[in-house]
């Protein structure tokens, strides 16, 4: 089953204390984005990368970075989180180059709450 | 004004009705219009997409586009409970350029 998988779902922290999300993909996707998704603002892309050791800013960058490694691993750090990153996010992987509208795939998301 | 519009509700009908999602946008160099459904505390999924200008028709599903006005629609006919969502429409310039998402529109059909 195609799957992108998202981990952890819910999660509240303290300003400041570095965490990690990390998303998996068993599609072997060579696109991979994440997308931060607010109330009155909707989604918003963080970053994307196109392939392995390639990646680049979407709108919000700012506050955040990403590494890809392997293929299907698309990890999203908070160095020094504050409380204007909580939101939901969402990993997403797919096929076409980005955005890949038509072969998209989202994880469920990742609660984030930043105390 | 902003590059998407979409009226993010709630809509309640009754189980059976017909549905109307809209979004209107600004840039008219659109091409690419989506819509994606989105369950609570699920990611979203893409339902339908069309090219350019008309309709597109999938089961009980109906995405209109009309570029004159830029304003797309989402039809749903015999509206079901499990219809009930938030849904997303989206937009691109090109196949491979950025998505502008809407903020989505929170739908609940009533049994």
């Known amino acids: 089953e195609a799957q992108v998988t998202q981990n952890p779902r819910y999660l509240i922290t303290v300003t400041g204390k570095k965490l990690t999300v990390t998303c998996s993909q068993n599609?072997?996707?060579?696109?991979m984005s994440w997308y931060r998704q607010d109330p009155g603002l909707g989604l918003r892309q963080i970053y994307y990368s196109m392939n392995v050791e390639v990646t680049d800013k979407g709108d919000v960058p700012e506050g955040y970075k990403v590494s890809r490694k392997e293929k299907r691993n698309f990890p999203l750090i908070l160095e020094s989180p504050s409380p204007n990153q909580t939101s939901l996010y969402f990993c997403a992987s797919s096929l076409s180059p980005p955005p890949g509208w038509d072969t998209i795939y989202f994880g469920e998301g990742s609660w984030l709450t930043v105390v | 004004q902003k590059e998407v519009e979409q009226d993010p509700g709630p809509l309640s009908v009754p189980e059976g009705a017909i549905v109307s999602l809209n979004c209107t946008y600004s840039?008219?160099?659109?091409?690419?219009f989506m819509w994606y459904r989105q369950y609570s505390r699920k990611g979203p999924e893409l339902l339908m997409y069309t090219y350019s200008s008309g309709n597109k028709e999938d089961g009980r599903f109906t995405a209109q586009v009309d570029k004159s006005s830029k304003y797309i629609s989402l039809f749903i006919r015999d509206s079901q409970p499990s219809d009930s969502a938030t849904y997303l429409c989206a937009m691109s310039v090109n196949r491979d350029d950025k998505i502008i998402f809407g903020k989505g529109t929170r739908l609940h059909i009533l049994p």
């Open positions: 599609m072997n996707h060579e696109y």
């Open positions: 840039n008219s160099a659109f091409q690419y």
